[in-house]
């Protein structure tokens, strides 16, 4: 049984980790979306899905989209569903230490080698009245072989210290005067019709 135990750091930048080992040809994927319009996306930032997002079983392909060059937010935009983007990031940027085991059968569907060859990302939940509340889903990780781009969420059944609604950000940490500042800098905008 080959299980492999992941660790993720924020020692590289997830998204520049394809870039580097991705064919540098210049090509690029052009298509439409409802947040951002039309888009080009170096194939480089094109994930497949080996297999679905839990609740979006008919969507395979993704692309990874800075949200902005400073941000700890990316969109997972789905290529094949114009409304569909996630906002996703490290939870590690965030403080949490975030370490768990892939299953053998999604090291084998993804052609994972070593753990280095992963990037880990975590759906974000963003609640519209209270934006400073947003969650990570770190039972349903999204784990990446940087080197092939296949892709698929990992669901950890068997672990009892993670939950799908962990707080990225700590009330505690938050000074109420600068509050306002810090959701506009980290907050996704939302879409416009």
């Not at 039309?38 to 899905?49: E, H, M, S």
């Amino acid at each position: 049984m080959m299980m492999m135990t992941i660790q993720t750091t924020t020692t590289t930048e997830p998204t520049h980790a394809l870039d580097m080992v991705a064919n540098q040809s210049g090509e690029g994927l052009s298509f439409n979306t409802l947040r951002f319009g039309q888009v080009t996306v170096p194939l480089a930032r094109i994930v497949d899905f080996a297999s679905p997002i839990l609740g979006f079983e008919g969507l395979k392909q993704f692309a990874i989209l800075d949200h902005d060059e400073d941000s700890p937010f990316k969109w997972l935009q789905s290529i094949e569903d114009a409304d569909l983007a996630f906002v996703i990031t490290n939870p590690t940027i965030f403080g949490i230490a975030y370490e768990f085991v892939i299953p053998e059968d999604a090291v084998s569907l993804l052609g994972i080698e070593k753990a280095e060859d992963t990037l880990v990302f975590t759906l974000v939940t963003i609640p519209d009245n209270d934006p400073v509340k947003m969650t990570a889903n770190l039972l349903g990780p999204l784990v990446v072989n940087q080197h092939t781009r296949k892709a698929m969420q990992v669901i950890l059944n068997d672990n009892k210290q993670y939950s799908t609604k962990v707080r990225l950000l700590n009330d505690e940490a938050l000074d109420p005067t600068e509050e306002t500042e810090v959701v506009e800098a980290l907050i996704p905008p939302s879409p416009t019709p």
